[in-house]
């Protein structure tokens, strides 16, 4: 045991130094446990199992900090021995303990807060052999666990957002809340407070904030690392746009697999359908063979609940060939028209290998990839010829759309994982729109509401505050229009409209009844179109660097084949803007559905 007496400010200056010794040992702690996968993987699950996880592990560290505790006696000695088990009657204890109850709430939440606190509660108890003057060091650490919990995201990838100030702040209102504490219950309260107070407030905070820090530089060194390769898996979907037009074969499974892994960090991939491997390439080659049985129960619970799967060893992957090399794996279920067609599997030979970000591309790109094989089989369904024409017109994938949603995802990404993982849900509901106008002659409004809201999140993101969009509808959403009728008009006016301004620019979407009519209008207040060619808008291609008119005039076509002399377009326009009206029958859902 040493023994330090001192006074005054010669005490505040070594009790100070003292604890940031001992944060500083918690900090190489947490530095340590972040370079652990198993520990990493927690910080982005919300369930039972990794909360009881974290509980342990806190409170390990909670009980590392009281008995790393300075032992402080009524004359200011300090007693600073290995560990500190008991305390002496009269004495007090300086420690760290608050902030890892801190943390733990911030990660984990009010209930991994409140329990670590509880366990840092009793232990200090413990300390001084349960008397009642240390009774309150319980509920003040429950307390303290709950509020910092309040604080935390539940959705923890969000974490890395959390700045160091603010873990400071945090810091500094939980070691403020014990103080009052040992103020109010203490015997030797204020004595104690006076002396400790400024010491144990001050380095707790700045010890959080570092804690906290830490974790963060995980978070962000995870996003650049990947955010490097992110475009490039996103224009691998592009690549692999073309693979499945003749549907889910192995020919194009095989073609896909081996892009997956030129382009990606995975060491295998893998396509099936239903029952069988299509086609496989990468480490595990030798025995995942195409043609044969799938190989492992996480692919088949991924089939069989529709849901995404995560492996991060190989019995979870539970490979039924002994000494299989894969270790971790993702396997996405491809949906199309809302049924299980086969999975695609991404693995890497490591364990614990799987990184957030690569669990998010993983599953966008298996969307993607669901969505064309559902393109594939859409263009195997058309059976009519006048059906046929009509769809061939709703087909059309503008393809600069596509890469420009595919660049602004990429960027997006690298600042803010969450909203790219939600523009790729919309590009994959924009992508389904068009595959529903493929396979439908007319959709109810509310779908076709749902591709223009798709399209606008992914150019609202592409161009913040340049449009201000406009809605407003008055009829039933299960009218039915056809495919593409507001989406194609929106767009045109997007695209055209305000090429000579970047703000005040409005969009305004109406859809009313007229007798037994429906009208879909959209207007905005751009420069107008010349009045040269309003009379040709609809009827023939327009010659323009702006465009050639062309899916107007596919509309105006659609249109006509399917309402004849009743379905009309209209246009106006002059310096004040554009109004582009569609007039079709007001038909109901299950009126005229082909």
């Known amino acids: 045991m040493i023994n330090r007496v001192m006074n005054g400010g010669d005490f505040l200056i070594n009790l100070m130094m003292m604890l940031i010794e001992r944060v500083g040992l918690i900090i190489i702690l947490a530095f340590f446990l972040v370079n652990i996968p198993q520990f990493r993987r927690l910080l982005f699950r919300t369930d039972t199992v990794t909360k009881v996880e974290l509980i342990v592990i806190f409170s390990l560290f909670t009980i590392i900090a009281n008995l790393i505790g300075i032992e402080i006696s009524p004359n200011n000695d300090t007693d600073v021995t290995p560990l500190l088990l008991n305390v002496s009657p009269g004495d007090s204890v300086a420690n760290i303990r608050i902030l890892t109850v801190t943390v733990s709430g911030i990660i984990g939440g009010p209930f991994v807060g409140s329990v670590v606190g509880m366990v840092a509660g009793v232990h200090r108890i413990l300390q001084e052999s349960f008397t009642l003057d240390a009774l309150f060091y319980l509920p003040s650490s429950i307390i303290i666990g709950f509020l910092s919990g309040l604080f935390s995201i539940q959705k923890q990838h969000h974490f890395a957002i959390m700045k160091a100030w ?13 103080m009052i504490f040992i103020l109010i219950f203490s015997p030797t309260g204020w004595t104690l407070v006076k002396y400790i107070a400024i010491p144990m407030i001050t380095i707790g905070a700045l010890g959080t904030s570092v ?38 074969n192995k020919t194009a499974a095989k073609k896909v697999v081996e892009l997956i892994l030129k382009y990606t960090s995975f060491e295998a991939a893998g396509i099936s359908n239903e029952h069988k491997i299509l086609a496989f390439a990468g480490t595990g080659q030798d025995h995942h063979i195409a043609g044969q049985e799938i190989k492992t129960s996480l692919s088949e619970k991924a089939i069989n609940s529709g849901e995404v799967q995560i492996g991060n060893n190989a019995k979870e992957i539970n490979c039924k060939v002994p000494n ?25 030979t490591e ?23 559902m393109l594939g089989e859409m263009e195997k369904q058309s059976n009519l010829v006048r059906d046929a024409e009509i769809k061939s017109l709703q087909a059309q994938v503008n393809p600069h759309f596509f890469f420009n ?64 969009i406009n809605f407003n509808n008055t009829v039933d959403e299960n009218v039915m229009i056809p495919p593409f009728s507001i989406q194609i008009l929106v767009e045109n006016a997007i ?9 005040n620019n409005v969009v305004s979407i109406r859809v009313a009844r007229i007798k037994d009519k429906l009208e879909l209008r959209v207007a905005d207040n751009g420069s107008g ?15 323009s660097k702006k465009g050639s008119g062309t899916a107007l005039q596919n509309l105006s076509a659609r249109l006509s084949g399917l309402y004849g002399s009743d379905g009309e377009l209209k246009v106006d326009s002059d310096h004040y803007g554009t109004v582009v009206r569609v007039v079709i029958p007001y038909m109901e859902k299950g009126e005229g559905e082909k």
């Open 166 to 178: 603010q873990g400071f702040l945090i810091g500094l209102l939980m070691e403020s809340i014990q």
């Open 211 to 248: 804690f906290l820090s830490i974790i963060s530089l995980y978070f962000r060194q995870e996003v650049d690392v990947q955010a490097a390769q992110t475009k490039t898996v996103l224009q691998l979907a592009l690549r692999t746009l073309p693979e499945f037009r003749q549907g889910l």
């Open 324 to 348: 299989c090399p894969l270790h971790s794996a993702i396997v996405v279920p491809l949906v199309a028209q809302n049924k299980i067609v086969g999975s695609l599997k991404l693995y890497h």
């Open 351 to 373: 364990q614990w290998k799987l990184s957030p970000v690569e669990i998010q591309l993983g599953t966008g790109l298996g969307e993607i990839l669901a969505m064309q094989i």
């Open 405 to 468: 949603a595919i660049n602004t995802i990429s960027a997006v990404m690298r600042i803010n994982s969450d909203q790219a993982r939600s523009l790729l849900l919309q590009l994959s509901t924009y992508f389904r729109s068009n595959l529903l106008g493929v396979r439908e002659t007319v959709i109810p409004l509310a779908k076709e509401f749902e591709h223009v809201k798709a399209y606008l999140s992914l150019e609202q993101t592409r161009f913040p505050d340049k449009y201000e």
């Open 495 to 503: 695209k055209h409209a305000f090429s000579k301004s970047k703000t």
């Open 529 to 543: 179109i010349d009045k040269e060619i309003i009379g040709k808008i609809g009827k023939d291609a327009i010659s």
